[in-house]
């Protein structure tokens, strides 16, 4: 890449941060400015005015999200959190239809470490293969690991050995154990490490129904409701085996409460979103789970309530009256919290 394009692309950068309010990774400025365009394994990297265009076009995925590259009609994206800095935001996959996130790497350099594992044979891409490998390998990626084919059942092996705080990976890792303790012990470690993330729940929950466990069970169905559905796996991974997510988990889950009814614990039954579940005739469409949201943030609970509003875009981001409805309240909600760029970015969707 030319001097000039690298400038552009540093000054679009600084525009970006000015907008963040916080400074990217320098792996990060390294990778977007000398990568324009360029596929490094399974990602082709956005130009840096394409990263900043866009932020807040895609409404139905959370604020926090930074697309920064493209993989068929998804986007790996950064994910800004709260009081972390950026080297420990992690990468996720952002799946367009139905929403959802998958959490990928525990940061951009890690996320690089990712990509070569992944790195396909690129001899028949000449010098863009060539150049693909040296932007990684600028970045202290050993060439071995960009030659070396790996088989995909190994690929979450090889990912944990270079991320150890990989959650996808650790979640496949801990439902191959096989052995029962050992699978729901990996999978509470991933629900304490990411609140935000209900995959975990979910798959225990299915853990604990397939023993015939109905209050765990119970348990477990509420944990993954509290959760956001984007963050919930709500796409299928054949690595899950039998214990794979469907996409409608969420209903499965209201429907399993409602049935055991009398098994769900007492100091659930309190909580707003058991009226919720028993008296809306549809708890789980857009009016309703907007309803939901609301109710948390009249409450005083402005982290709950915006992952329901998450919920309400979710299922209903094809209908621009709902993101009408739900998008202004997020912002009001951001700004409450001194969130400026993520009420922004509602603002603009």
């Known amino acids: 890449m030319g001097i000039l394009k690298r400038q552009k692309a540093r000054k679009a950068l ?5 907008r963040l309010g916080e400074e990217l990774p320098p792996e990060f400025h390294a990778v977007v400015s000398g990568g324009e365009g360029l596929e490094l394994g399974v990602c082709r990297i956005s130009d840096a005015d394409t990263i900043a265009g866009l932020i807040g076009r895609a409404p139905c995925w959370p604020a926090e999200l930074i697309p920064f590259g493209s ?7 950064l994910m800004k959190q709260a009081g972390k800095p950026a080297e420990d935001w992690p990468v996720v996959l952002a799946i367009s239809d139905p929403p959802a996130v998958l959490p990928l790497s525990s940061g951009f350099r890690s996320f690089l470490f990712f990509l070569a594992i992944r790195f396909r044979d690129s001899a028949s891409l000449g010098k863009e293969g060539e150049r ?5 390998a600028d970045q202290g990626v050993p060439a071995d690991l960009m030659e070396t084919p790996v088989p995909p059942p190994k690929l979450p092996e090889e990912t944990y050995k270079y991320d150890r705080e990989a959650l996808l990976a650790r979640c496949v890792l801990a439902l191959r154990s096989g052995e029962i303790q050992s699978m729901a012990k990996g999978l509470l470690a991933l629900a304490k490490e990411a609140p935000w993330w209900g995959a975990p729940h979910y798959l225990l929950a299915k853990l604990y129904q397939r023993q015939s466990h109905v209050p765990n069970t119970c348990g477990c169905y509420w944990n993954g409701l509290e959760r956001p559905d984007c963050f919930s796996g709500t796409t299928t991974r054949p690595d899950l085996g039998d214990l794979g997510i469907s996409r409608g988990i969420g209903t499965d889950a209201v429907a399993f409460l409602k049935e055991h009814a009398a098994q769900v614990p007492a100091q659930l039954k309190r909580h707003p979103r058991w009226q919720w579940m028993m008296e809306t005739p549809d708890p789980t469409s857009p009016k309703s789970r907007l309803e939901l949201a609301r109710s948390s943030a009249q409450n005083g609970d402005p982290e709950r309530a915006l992952w329901r509003y998450l919920d309400v875009l979710a299922v209903g981001w094809r209908d621009t009256a709902v993101l009408q409805e739900a998008l202004p309240d997020m912002a009001d909600i951001y700004k409450g919290l001194g969130r400026t760029y993520e009420a922004t970015v509602c603002q603009a969707g």
């Not at 993989?71 to 994206?77: D, I, P, T, Y």
């Open 14 to 18: 600084d525009g970006l941060e000015s």
């Open 71 to 77: 993989a068929s009609a998804n986007s790996f994206c």
């Open 132 to 136: 693909a490998k040296k932007l990684l």
